[in-house]
């Protein structure tokens, strides 16, 4: 089964070396795509079906905290799930990640621990 991906950052470079890693691990990968906001992130996830969404924190227009929780409130979206990636260091904020369902790598990571964060996020599936 392949496996869709939306990799939220509003870093490009955050962004390239995700989609290569994920390419480099051998993950069965459909389609990635990729957007720089919340907002262009929303709009991806509600018009196409995705399998797994790869988010940043902290964005312009809307932070990866109000895209996720904006994902668990679409009935479609509601059980997707999302991997949070972040140099946020907040514990408040981490935390509030882990109430809205989602996993947590903290930035920088080496390349196996997100393989193994995004493993972990799909259930095994690979």
């Known amino acids: 089964m ?3 991906v939306l990799v939220v950052d509003d870093s490009a470079m955050a962004r390239k070396m995700i989609v290569r890693v994920l390419h480099m ?3 069965p990968l459909g389609t990635v795509g990729e957007a720089g906001d919340g907002v262009d992130g929303l709009a991806q996830l509600e018009a196409a079906e995705h399998d797994l969404a790869i988010l940043d924190i ?3 227009r809307m932070n ?4 996720l929780a904006r994902i668990r409130g679409v009935a479609r979206l509601r059980s997707l799930p999302v991997l949070m990636v972040s140099t946020e260091g907040s514990d408040v904020r981490v935390e509030r990640v882990k109430e809205l369902g989602a996993g ?3 930035k920088p990571f080496a390349p196996e621990d ?3 964060a ?3 996020a799909i259930g095994g599936a690979s």
């Not at 990866?64 to 895209?67: A, E, I, P, Q």
């Open 64 to 67: 990866g905290l109000d895209l």
């Open 118 to 120: 995004v493993v972990e």
């Open 25 to 27: 691990a051998g993950l």
């Open 114 to 116: 997100l393989v193994e």
């Open 2 to 4: 392949a496996i869709n």
């Open 104 to 106: 947590f790598l903290r």
């Open 58 to 60: 902290n964005m312009p």
